[in-house]
Structure formats: C-alpha cells, structure tokens
C-alpha cells in the first residue's frame, strides 16, 4: 500500500508533494514524508501520523528543492515511526516505495556484510543501501538503479532521486500502480493519476516491470528487458475537485448519500430505461455455455460477490463457486473447462485479487472484472471490465462502491438468466423496473436517518454485536459486521441466521445487541425462529425488516423500517441502514470516521 508522489518542478515542490499525498492518504496515513535536492544534496522531513503532522514539520523546517519525492505510509514493515517513515535515504539516494520487498532480509545481510549501516525496520532502506552500493562500485544513478531492480524480488513502486541530479527521477513498476504525469517543463509522478490531477491530465501508465529515467523535459521508459519501450499518452479523467466532503461532516456520510445518484449511473450503463431490459456488453464469450462462475474478491467486494452468486444460482440456474481472494489462489483451486472467472473490487489495485486473477487466466478461464476504476491493472489484465459508475471513494469503509457492485451483479445475473432462458421477458422486465426503483426507495431511507443517531448510542455501549441474515441478506449481515467493527473498534460478527443455534448463540446475553436483517420475503419465518431464539436468550434485538414487527412474535429493542422491495434488490435497499449503523456509531464515539485505524484504502498488499 503507501502512496508515492514525486516532481521534478520548476519552483519549489515540497507544498504540491504534501498537496498530492493528501490524494493518496487513502492508501496509508500513519506517518509521511517529503525529499528534496536541496543545493545538490538530499534533505528530507517526515512525521508519524496524519500528514498535518508533516505539514507543521514543513513549515518550520521548510525545503526549497525543485526535485522531490513523497509517501504516505501503511506500515508493513516496522512501526508506525519517524524513523521508519519513508522517503529513505543514504547521502547519495533517496527512495519511496509502495509494496514489499520480499527478500530484503538476505539483500540487508549481504548489505550489511559489505559495511552498510540499517537505521530503520523497513524492507525499503535495502532497496537504498543496493543502489548506494552499485553506485560505490562506480555506476551512475540510472545504471545503477537498473543493476538494483534486477536484485529485488516481490511487488513494489519505487520513486527515486539522487544527490547532485537536480533533473533526474526514476521510477519503476512491478506490481505495485505507478502513473508519470507530463506538465509544460514540469514531471509527475504519482501512485494514481488522482494524486496528480491538480497539475495535469496528460498521464502515461507504467506497465509491470517497466522503469523510467523521467527529466523535466520528458520520460524514457524501459521494460524489464531494458528495451525502451513505448507507453500510451492518456487523458486522464481524474478531476482536480475530488477532496470534496460538500455538505458532509464525513467523505463516509457524502458516500452514503451519493447512493441513489451513483447506483442510477451505474445500472443506466447496464440497462435500457425505456424497453425495461438488460443491456449488457459482450464478455466475449458465450453466456449459455458458460460451466461455473467463479468469483472472488476482498472484503466488502467479496461480500457483493457473494450476494451475486445467491442471484446467479437463482436467476440464471447456474453454479457459482466464491472465496476470497487470498484463500483462493493458494488452495489451487480447479477451475472448470468453459468457466467465467469475475473479480470485484472497487480500486482495482488489490493485490490479492489481482494474483487470483492472474491465476484464473493461467487456468484457462475468461476474465471479467467489476471495478470502480477503470484505468486499474485488475481493469487491464481483464477481458472484460464491468464498470461501477460510483465515482471516487475517498471514505477507507466501502459504502457506495459496495452498492454499485450489487447494481452491476444484478444486471450480470439477469443477463446470464436471459441467455440461459431461465429468464423470459416477463421476469426481465420485472426485475429490471425492480432495479430502476431502487434510488429511490434508497432516497427514502435516506430522509429518515435521525432514527440510527439514537441507535447509535445504544450499539456505542456495547462490546460485541452479531448480526444474523439469511438468503441475500446473509452477506448483509456480514457486511454490516465489518462495516461497525472497522469504523467504531467494536467487536461484531455477521453469521448465516441458520448457524446461530450451531455455536455463536453461547455468546447471547442482556448486553449484546443483535442486529437482524429480515426483509419480508419467503425466508422470514425462517428468521423469526431464530430472531425468537436470541430473544429468549435475552438479547437484545435490533431489526431491520419491512414487516410488521408483530410478525416477530417477541420484544424488540428497535427496529429500523425499510421499504418494501422486490426479492432481488433487498441486498441493495438493506446495505444503506447497516452503513448508516455503523456511520452513527462512529460518530457518537468519536472515532476517525474517514481514515480509521490500521486501514487504508487500496491494499495492495499481500
Ligand atoms: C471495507 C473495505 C474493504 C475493501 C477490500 C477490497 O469497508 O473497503 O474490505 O472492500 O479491501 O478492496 P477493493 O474493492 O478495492 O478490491
């Protein structure tokens, strides 16, 4: 993870470093730090913590160099320190990185062998120590660097500048993003062309193994068998006004509000409004032919995966297998003759997806990708990319990414279900109108949020939460879990409503709150069995249905109403109020709601 910036500019860059990093605090943020060429030498500040940490450090201790690099860090290896907080540095390079260096214990020995001094924990300091030592040996910087790369191995971006090169920058790729901006007599580099959309649009997107010798005066790219290579110039869409809360107090509360707009973009990219159909684009192969889907994906996308394949089994009558994405590669799964293999994910950068996607081509299958950003490597390395039209994502919990995804599912589960004629035109076009109404049954929740400030209160006291869901909703029930636990810190678990009685009911007391999410559909009574045994246990129920709460057959502590929907797109209309939970109970703790502990954005990590 970690974002890195770098520019080679015509004043002063320290201010638009910090500027750019700001763009990328949501890959990393608990420490950060700037390098410049300070009259032919290397200086640098860094700070622990939020980058107005690093802010303050600067203007105390301002730079003046016109050639600098910076990161905002995720730690993976060593604390969250100041002396571990990147850009890294010998008297004659300096050195941000994004990723792992994965044999850096064996380069640290041989470096420390050969009279090198280690002052942090961080793989990287071996990445500056093996380019100080190759320049010892008499190798300028960019051979020397080119002598480096062939010496590391794992996934990692690397921004490079030099002692007494006020005109030169290296950058190099191998499975961590990197995007070199092109100014007038200006470079960029940046970890996404978003940290650099404030000084240009005009991005060149490096590809795996390649590196790049960048001058003021423009970029020669190398691929990893030092070829030079040409990579496209691309006009990045990337605006400049994306750090904008608007009205909100959160990015979290703007994300959670943008539902109805952005699920409406992205389903009118798969839909035609006026004929009530599913208008889906060819994934280049053929839907009734398909064997399995096999989909995979972290986090809160593996959830939205996991809701598709209760659509697809039930719409389109065809087998779905789904794991995470970290479990899946490593369990050599068999993938099957003829198979589709979907990856979801909202950045397009996680590591763990990308290398199960990467699997799946190895094992023969066609690849299709829901992604939110379509410049992403997941994006390129795909097939056939599904966009989500959910605009940029700045809040670390996922809340209007994670909807779009399910828009793009369904219409994906339609699609396959009219292909395979498990859908006729009746049912379609039913579902389809379903779909079209889900904005505004979202805009409805959406007024009625003063209802989960007090829940707030309530859920801020406790230590555990369960949350129980059954059908569709189970994968609710796990996001609404992970959603409370990754913003508030407080301890909760989703389960299948079915499973309770198999172990987690030991954990049912007066003090745990259980949060049900039981939409009025051909499972309910099946739930109320369940929610009937947490409240004889004394739990306290929280439910989150359309239905009459009579139906329940016993007390509950809330219960938050939904609109009635269609069976389909419940997953859609129950995703606001566990997000608007979780948000509200933040809130009333006072937790860092946008930018919470330990996390970050893009991982892009194993
Ligand atoms: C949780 C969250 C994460 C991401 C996961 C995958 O709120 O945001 O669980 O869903 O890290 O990220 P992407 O979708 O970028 O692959």
């Known amino acids: ?179 070199i901006g092109h100014g007038r007599g200006e470079m960029y580099l940046g970890s996404d062309a978003i940290a650099l959309a404030p000084f240009t649009d005009a991005i060149t997107y490096l590809e795996e193994g390649d590196w790049a010798v960048m001058r003021r005066s423009g970029v020669e790219v190398f691929d990893r068998a030092g070829e030079c290579v040409k990579r496209p110039l691309i006009k990045s869409v990337a605006s400049s006004l994306l750090v904008d809360k608007g009205n909100h107090r959160h990015f979290m509360a703007k994300e959670i509000h943008e539902q109805p707009d952005v699920i409406s973009h992205t389903l009118s990219n798969y839909i035609d409004m006026a004929n009530g159909r599913v208008n889906f684009p060819d994934l280049g192969i053929d839907l009734t032919k398909i064997s399995r889907v096999t989909i995979s994906a972290c986090g809160t996308a593996y959830y939205a995966g996991l809701v598709g394949k209760y659509w697809i089994e039930r719409y389109a009558r065809l087998p779905v297998e789904i794991d995470v994405a970290s479990e899946l590669r490593y369990r050599e799964a068999p993938l099957p003759e003829g198979g589709l293999a979907l990856f979801v994910s909202q950045s397009g950068e996680t590591a763990d997806t990308l290398a199960t996607l990467r699997y799946a081509r190895a094992n023969g299958q066609r690849i299709a990708s829901i992604v939110n950003v379509r410049t992403s490597t997941i994006a390129r390395e795909s097939d056939a990319v599904l966009p989500t039209l959910a605009g940029p994502e700045i809040g670390v919990a996922s809340t209007k990414a994670f909807t779009c995804q399910l828009a793009a599912l369904a219409c994906l589960a339609i699609a396959l279900g009219k292909a395979r004629g498990t859908i006729d035109e009746a049912l379609e076009q039913e579902l389809v109108t379903a779909l079209v109404e889900v904005p505004r049954l979202i805009s409805s929740m959406l007024r009625d949020e003063e209802q989960f400030v007090e829940l707030a209160q309530m859920l801020s006291k406790a230590r555990d939460v369960l949350y129980l869901g059954r059908g569709s909703s189970y994968p609710l029930a796990l996001e609404g879990a992970l959603k409370l636990k990754e913003i508030s810190y407080i301890h909760a678990e989703g389960y299948a409503a079915g499973e309770l009685k198999h172990g987690p009911i030991a954990l049912i007391d007066e003090n745990v709150p259980v949060i049900v999410v039981a939409p009025e559909d051909d499972l309910l009574e099946k739930t109320v069995s369940n929610v009937q045994e947490v409240a004889a246990r004394g739990g306290q129920i929280i439910l989150i249905s359309n239905a009459n709460p009579d139906k329940i057959g016993c007390a509950l502590a809330a219960h938050i109403t939904a609109p009635k929907a269609h069976a389909l797109t419940n997953p859609l209309i129950y995703a606001v109020p566990v997000q608007l939970l979780a948000y509200h109970t933040a809130v009333f703790m006072g937790t860092d709601v946008d930018q919470p502990r330990n996390l970050a954005k893009s991982v892009t990590v194993e």
């Not at 640098?44 to 105390?60: D, F, I, P, Q, W």
């Not at 907080?85 to 380069?107: C, D, T, Y």
């Not at 990445?127 to 100080?132: D, E, I, K």
Request: charged share 25%; proline share 3%; aromatic share 4%.
């Open 1 to 179: 993870m970690c974002g890195i910036v770098g520019i080679l500019g015509s004043k002063p860059v320290a201010t638009d470093l910090v500027d750019a990093l700001r763009r990328l605090e949501y890959r990393g943020y608990d420490s950060a730090g700037v390098a410049t060429v300070e009259n032919g030498h290397l200086e640098r500040r860094r700070a622990e913590g939020k980058l107005r940490n690093l802010e303050s450090r600067l203007l105390t201790e301002p730079l003046t160099g016109r050639t600098g690099i910076g990161h905002t860090r995720w730690a993976t290896h060593g604390r969250p320190t100041e002396r571990n907080a990147h850009p890294h540095m010998s008297a004659k390079v300096s050195v941000v990185h994004n990723g792992i260096i994965e044999n850096f214990r064996e380069l640290k020995a041989e470096l420390t062998g050969k009279g090198h001094t280690f002052e942090t924990d961080t793989d990287t300091e071996a990445v500056v120590h093996l380019v100080t030592e190759e320049m010892q040996g008499g190798r300028g910087p960019i051979d020397a660097v080119k002598a480096a790369l062939g010496k590391l191995k794992g996934a990692f971006a690397l921004g490079i500048i030099f002692a007494g090169e006020d005109d030169l920058m290296i950058a190099a790729r191998q499975g961590s993003p990197l995007a």
